[in-house]
Structures are given as C-alpha cells and as structure tokens.
C-alpha cells in the first residue's frame, strides 16, 4: 500500500514562501500523475497543482504564478514551491495522485499570518 507523507508547513508571514514536499513509498510514483490539494476548515478540499509524470504542469486559476509543483522521480517526491503567501493561503496541503487514488497522508499545515 503507497503511503504519502507531505511535510514542510508551518508559520509564514505574509508575503513568505514556503517550500512543501510530499514523499510517496512504493515503486509505481514515476508512473502516475502527482496532485496538490489543500482543506481549510468547513470547505472541501480543492486542487491547487498537478504534474504529469514527465513534467508537464497545470493550476488552478488562483495559483498560477505564485505556486509552482515540481517533482523527481528518483526521490519519489513531489514539491509544492509557495511564493508570496496569504493569509487565505492558510490550510491543511494534501498530495495525492490524480484522481485520489492512493490513501491520503497526514497532510501540512500551513499558516500564513503576521
């Protein structure tokens, strides 16, 4: 069973960045596609990022030029590069492969706030 495990969150000023990484176990993370999602509190969770398994990348609307999603596939890891934070940026960062099919990890907590 792949395990996820993101990490890198924490207490950012706003206008911070942050740098998330999501470690994946097993054998098969080069084949799939790879996701960022984020949860706040009450809503559902939503796509931030996701990156083909050779790099190609698509954003959603709201994160398209402060975010960037990275990857490499001889580390099993995905990235998730966070520049000019807000506090709206504020959640709970979840990786995943597209279409959510391995068991979500403990997820980041990121906390944008001066």
């Known amino acids: 069973q792949v395990q996820l495990v993101e990490s890198g969150g924490g207490l950012v000023q706003p206008g911070g960045s942050l740098k998330l990484s999501c470690a994946a176990s097993?054998?098969?993370?080069?084949?799939?596609?790879m996701a960022w999602y984020r949860q706040t509190p009450g809503k559902e969770r939503e796509l931030v990022a996701r990156i083909g398994p050779f790099g190609a990348k698509t954003y959603a609307d709201s994160f398209e030029g402060r975010f960037a999603i990275s990857r490499d596939n001889a580390r099993k890891t995905a990235y998730l590069q966070m520049d000019s934070l807000q506090p709206e940026d504020t959640a709970v960062y979840y990786c995943?492969?597209?279409?959510?099919?391995?068991?979500w990890g403990p997820g980041t907590l990121v906390t944008v706030s001066s």
């Open positions: 097993g054998d098969m993370f080069h084949f799939f596609a």
């Open positions: 995943n492969a597209v279409g959510e099919i391995y068991p």
